[in-house]
Structures are given as C-alpha cells and as structure tokens.
C-alpha cells in the first residue's frame, strides 16, 4: 500500500501515493495545478504566493539541463486568494512564500485552506533567508502558533553547516509543525554557457540550484533531521526516478516533491515514478 496519512492538528491529509511537485514546479496556474490534479501525483503543492499577485523576475529565469537546474523566479505567483480558491480532488498544500512576516501573518488569517507549506527557504528574495537565521526564526514561530492552528509545514533551505542544522532541529521541535520539506534549492549558484555568458537573466545570473546535483544534500539532510525531529519529513532534491525515490525513504522521507525533473517532464514524470 502506498498511501501516506499525513496528520495534521484537527484534520489529516490522505495521499494515494507518497510522490508529490515540489511547490514551484507546474504549479503557478490554473491549467498548471489542473494538470497535477489529473496526473498520477499523489499531491499538489502550489507555488509559493504572496499577499498580491507578482510578475517575478525577467525572462530568461529558468534553466533546465540533465543534471542541474538554476533559477531566479523571484515568487511569481497570483496572490494568495487565488490558491485559497481552489479545490482540487487530492490532498492539495498552499504554500506561502515568506518575504514580509507581517504579511504572512495577515495571509495566515484570512486564509481558510488548513494545510500550509511556509517557504522560509527562498533562494531570490534579496533577503536574509529565514531558514538561515535561528532566532528570527524561533521569534517567528512563537508569534504563528499564538494566533494560528492550522496545519503548518516548513520547506527548509540546505544545511551545510551541522551546530545550526541541530538549532534548526531544536526549534522545530519546540512547536506543533505538521512536517518539514528539505530542501529547498541552494542558494547562490551560478551557471555560465560555453561562451561564458549567463544562462539566466536576473540577480546577475546567479540564483537557486537543484537538479542531480542537489541529491547528495537533500538526502543527508533528510538523514540528519530524521534522528533529531519529531514531525515527518518531506523529502527533495534532485529526484530523477524510483531509485532516487527509495534512497530518500531508506533515509526517513515519509514522502517526496519531485521538482527539475518536473519541469523537464512534465506532469507524466509521475506515471514512470509511482
Ligand atoms: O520563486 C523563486 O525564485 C523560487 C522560490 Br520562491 C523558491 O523557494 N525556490 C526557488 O528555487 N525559486
């Protein structure tokens, strides 16, 4: 049985299959989210949205190749009661990006979907990442769960360094989180092509990395959050087939976000994965 029950505070998520988009990934429109709903994902993850709807950076933002993806999308999205709006047939996770925190309390309010993935792992805000800055963050958590009780999630950046993946860890635990995504891509990657030139247009051509590249840290991450949190953990990064799939979960993914390979794909990625 491949279904996954993922428990919230007041209400569950029942997913038919334990592979979902990593939010940004065939998931900023309607027909996009449409096309996830009809595919063989078990799960829909929205783009991470903001208060208002955003045109993002300029084009070119985006590049795929086998290995490694590199973007500056900079939170294109359709504003937050654009994703609030929709119903879907399976387990569907709004994702917000966290840019503005008073902003992101204001969204928490109004929004009536239950459950939420928090992006505070945003490699193109020009902002200090949150998921990098313990104590903003624990201050941050402490103000959410006073006022909120719906079902929160956390899509993480990459931890490289292991004292502030435990403080990370430590916070995590200190509240009711629902799950913790890792990882996110990684920041500040730079991608030239043969004839040195950028291959994406915004920030200077440097942006966030995903892709094969990104696996072996999406996994240790997963590896090492797994023997120190008590909530599930979603895992991503660089997930190209079932192999991939089988690694994260030997390593304590309870389910996986399928990203680059999905924008390389398309939604019939799923068909070959679940
Ligand atoms: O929109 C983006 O540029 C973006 C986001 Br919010 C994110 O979380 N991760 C990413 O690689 N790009």
């Given at each position: 049985m491949n279904q996954f029950i993922l428990q919230g505070r007041n209400s569950n998520l029942i997913f038919k299959n334990k592979i979902l988009n990593a939010?940004?990934?065939?998931?900023?429109?309607k027909k996009e989210l449409k096309d996830l709903e009809n595919s063989n994902c078990g799960g829909i993850v929205s783009k991470s949205c903001l208060f208002e709807k955003y045109e993002g950076?300029?084009?070119?933002r985006i590049y795929l190749s086998e290995n490694v993806s590199l973007n500056?999308?900079?939170?294109?999205?359709?504003?937050f009661k654009f994703y609030d709006s929709l119903k879907f047939s399976k387990p569907y996770i709004i994702s917000i990006g966290v840019k503005d925190i008073e902003l992101t309390f204001q969204m928490l309010k109004i929004i009536k979907h239950d459950f939420i993935e928090l992006?505070?792992?945003?490699?193109?805000?020009?902002?200090?990442?949150l998921g990098y800055d313990p104590d903003s963050l624990d201050d941050f958590l402490e103000r959410l769960f006073l006022i909120c009780d719906k079902n929160i999630g956390l899509k993480l950046p990459p931890y490289f360094d292991n004292s502030l993946l435990e403080k990370i860890a430590n916070i995590i635990n200190k509240y009711p989180l629902t799950y913790i995504c890792c990882v996110n891509g990684i920041p500040n990657g730079l991608i030239l092509d043969k004839?040195?030139?950028?291959?994406?247009?915004?920030?200077?051509?440097?942006g966030g990395i995903g892709g094969s590249y990104i696996k072996p840290f999406g996994l240790a991450n997963v590896k090492k959050f797994n023997r120190l949190v008590k909530c599930p953990i979603i895992g991503c990064g660089g997930i190209k087939n079932k192999k991939d799939i089988e690694e994260y979960f030997s390593v304590g993914a309870s389910l996986v976000q399928i990203g680059t390979e999905l924008m390389i794909k398309?939604?019939?990625?799923f068909d070959e994965l679940f």
């Open positions: 939010s940004g990934c065939w998931c900023t429109t950076n300029p084009q070119p500056s999308v900079g939170l294109a999205n359709e504003g992006n505070i792992s945003c490699p193109n805000i020009n902002k200090p990442i004839n040195f030139n950028n291959v994406i247009k915004p920030n200077d051509g440097i398309g939604p019939k990625i």
